[in-house]
């Protein structure tokens, strides 16, 4: 199984992003799925993460400006951000936790480079 990222990039603070996260591969089933974000010097951070029943949790820090969403069927994750900050800046990683052959583990994407700069 893979997780592939999209979507970062470069863009002005309150400018918006969307980054998405496609599960591939065969025989698997997925559970909850969620971003994470690293910066420079800083330890990785939950963003948000979404159960495949649909049910979100934030963190404070973007709270009213990010949306999590997925879409089963294609086994995808979306991160809509808007109204990006300075601080947003970061390396997004995807996650999903994933049962392959009755054996369940966390997966991870390649990470996508979000720069909100001036």
């Known amino acids: 199984v893979q997780l592939q990222a999209s979507g970062g990039g470069l863009v002005q603070p309150g400018g918006s992003l969307r980054l998405s996260c496609a599960a591939s591969?065969?025989?698997?089933?997925?559970?909850?799925m969620g971003w994470y974000r690293q910066a420079p010097g800083k330890q990785r951070e939950l963003v948000a993460s979404?159960?495949?029943?649909?049910?979100?949790n934030y963190a404070d820090f973007v709270k009213g400006r990010f949306t999590i969403s997925r879409d089963n069927a294609k086994n995808t994750v979306y991160l809509e951000m808007n109204s990006l900050k300075p601080e947003d800046t970061a390396v997004y990683y995807c996650?999903?936790?994933?049962?392959?052959?009755?054996?369940?583990?966390?997966?991870w994407g390649q990470g996508t480079q979000v720069t909100v700069s001036s």
């Open positions: 996650n999903a936790d994933i049962v392959r052959f009755l054996s369940r583990r966390d997966y």
């Open positions: 591969g065969s025989s698997f089933s997925v559970n909850a």
């Open positions: 979404i159960t495949s029943g649909g049910s979100t």
